[in-house]
Protein backbone atom coordinates (compact mmCIF):
# COMPACT_ATOMS: atom_id res chain seq x y z
CA UNK A 1 0.00 0.00 0.00
CA UNK A 2 1.07 3.31 -0.61
CA UNK A 3 0.29 6.35 1.17
CA UNK A 4 -0.07 10.03 -0.27
CA UNK A 5 0.29 13.64 1.35
CA UNK A 6 0.19 16.44 -0.41
CA UNK A 7 1.22 20.14 0.58
CA UNK A 8 1.86 23.55 -1.15
CA UNK A 9 -1.22 25.15 -2.08
CA UNK A 10 -2.12 28.92 -2.01
CA UNK A 11 -3.76 31.89 -2.45
CA UNK A 12 -1.59 33.09 -5.27
CA UNK A 13 -2.03 36.21 -7.83
CA UNK A 14 -2.49 35.35 -11.36
CA UNK A 15 1.05 35.74 -12.87
CA UNK A 16 2.51 33.92 -9.73
CA UNK A 17 4.05 30.65 -8.81
CA UNK A 18 4.06 27.91 -6.26
CA UNK A 19 5.49 24.52 -5.85
CA UNK A 20 3.31 21.26 -5.31
CA UNK A 21 5.01 18.63 -3.05
CA UNK A 22 3.56 15.21 -2.92
CA UNK A 23 5.47 12.73 -0.33
CA UNK A 24 5.18 9.36 -0.84
CA UNK A 25 5.70 6.49 1.27
CA UNK A 26 4.57 2.57 2.08
CA UNK A 27 5.47 0.16 -0.92
CA UNK A 28 6.36 3.31 -3.77
CA UNK A 29 8.85 0.59 -5.18
CA UNK A 30 5.67 -0.70 -6.90
CA UNK A 31 5.02 2.53 -8.28
CA UNK A 32 4.91 2.82 -11.73
CA UNK A 33 3.62 6.54 -12.25
CA UNK A 34 2.81 9.54 -10.38
CA UNK A 35 0.61 12.29 -11.09
CA UNK A 36 -0.81 15.20 -10.42
CA UNK A 37 -4.59 15.77 -11.59
CA UNK A 38 -7.28 18.49 -10.77
CA UNK A 39 -10.58 19.38 -9.68
CA UNK A 40 -12.72 22.44 -9.95
CA UNK A 41 -15.54 23.37 -8.67
CA UNK A 42 -18.04 21.72 -11.04
CA UNK A 43 -15.28 20.56 -13.66
CA UNK A 44 -14.20 16.91 -14.53
CA UNK A 45 -10.76 15.42 -12.48
CA UNK A 46 -8.25 16.73 -15.14
CA UNK A 47 -4.73 15.13 -15.80
CA UNK A 48 -2.06 17.69 -15.28
CA UNK A 49 0.80 16.03 -15.59
CA UNK A 50 2.78 12.65 -14.62
CA UNK A 51 6.37 10.96 -14.02
CA UNK A 52 7.40 7.36 -14.42
CA UNK A 53 9.32 5.74 -12.03
CA UNK A 54 12.86 4.68 -12.80
CA UNK A 55 15.73 5.91 -14.47
CA UNK A 56 14.64 6.71 -17.78
CA UNK A 57 12.78 9.90 -16.24
CA UNK A 58 9.97 10.46 -18.69
CA UNK A 59 7.24 13.23 -18.01
CA UNK A 60 4.06 14.11 -19.44
CA UNK A 61 1.77 17.53 -19.33
CA UNK A 62 -1.56 18.04 -20.54
CA UNK A 63 -1.66 20.69 -23.17
CA UNK A 64 -3.27 23.24 -21.11
CA UNK A 65 0.26 23.39 -18.68
CA UNK A 66 2.80 22.46 -20.99
CA UNK A 67 5.40 25.01 -20.92
CA UNK A 68 4.27 26.64 -17.27
CA UNK A 69 4.69 23.40 -15.06
CA UNK A 70 7.24 21.15 -14.55
CA UNK A 71 7.04 17.83 -12.59
CA UNK A 72 10.12 16.50 -10.92
CA UNK A 73 11.23 13.72 -8.84
CA UNK A 74 13.66 13.14 -5.83
CA UNK A 75 13.96 9.70 -5.08
CA UNK A 76 15.88 10.05 -2.20
CA UNK A 77 13.38 11.71 -0.03
CA UNK A 78 10.39 9.99 -2.01
CA UNK A 79 9.13 13.35 -3.45
CA UNK A 80 7.52 13.90 -6.71
CA UNK A 81 7.13 18.03 -6.97
CA UNK A 82 4.85 20.33 -9.50
CA UNK A 83 6.41 23.50 -10.10
CA UNK A 84 3.44 25.73 -11.23
CA UNK A 85 4.91 28.98 -13.00
CA UNK A 86 2.87 32.05 -14.28
CA UNK A 87 -1.16 30.50 -13.09
CA UNK A 88 -3.80 32.05 -14.12
CA UNK A 89 -7.46 32.23 -12.69
CA UNK A 90 -8.32 28.59 -14.45
CA UNK A 91 -6.05 26.88 -12.77
CA UNK A 92 -7.66 27.12 -9.55
CA UNK A 93 -8.63 23.71 -8.06
CA UNK A 94 -8.08 21.23 -5.83
CA UNK A 95 -4.97 19.71 -7.07
CA UNK A 96 -4.89 15.56 -6.25
CA UNK A 97 -1.21 13.42 -6.33
CA UNK A 98 -1.64 9.99 -7.66
CA UNK A 99 -0.03 6.85 -7.99
CA UNK A 100 -0.45 3.68 -10.24
CA UNK A 101 1.05 0.33 -10.25
CA UNK A 102 -0.19 -1.14 -13.25
CA UNK A 103 1.87 -0.20 -16.81
CA UNK A 104 0.18 2.46 -18.81
CA UNK A 105 0.63 3.68 -22.02
CA UNK A 106 1.50 7.24 -22.59
CA UNK A 107 -2.30 8.13 -23.68
CA UNK A 108 -2.88 6.82 -20.28
CA UNK A 109 -0.87 8.65 -17.72
CA UNK A 110 -3.04 11.86 -17.28
CA UNK A 111 -6.08 9.51 -17.20
CA UNK A 112 -7.56 9.42 -13.60
CA UNK A 113 -8.83 5.51 -13.92
CA UNK A 114 -5.14 4.33 -14.33
CA UNK A 115 -3.98 5.28 -10.84
CA UNK A 116 -5.09 3.45 -7.73
CA UNK A 117 -4.01 5.34 -4.71
CA UNK A 118 -5.31 9.00 -4.28
CA UNK A 119 -3.84 11.91 -1.60
CA UNK A 120 -6.03 14.07 -0.04
CA UNK A 121 -5.74 17.06 -2.39
CA UNK A 122 -3.99 20.95 -1.80
CA UNK A 123 -5.74 23.92 -2.65
CA UNK A 124 -4.29 26.17 -5.09
CA UNK A 125 -6.53 29.56 -5.85
CA UNK A 126 -5.27 31.91 -8.53
CA UNK A 127 -6.86 35.59 -7.89
CA UNK A 128 -7.22 37.49 -11.27
Known amino acids: QVQLVESGGALVQSGGSLRLSCARSGRTRDVFATAWFRQAPGKEREGVSG?????????YYSPSVRGRFIISRDDDKNMVHLQMNDLKAEDTATYFC????????????????????WGQGTQVTVSS
Open 98 to 117: ATGTRSMTIAGVLEAENYNT
Open 51 to 59: ILNGRNVQK
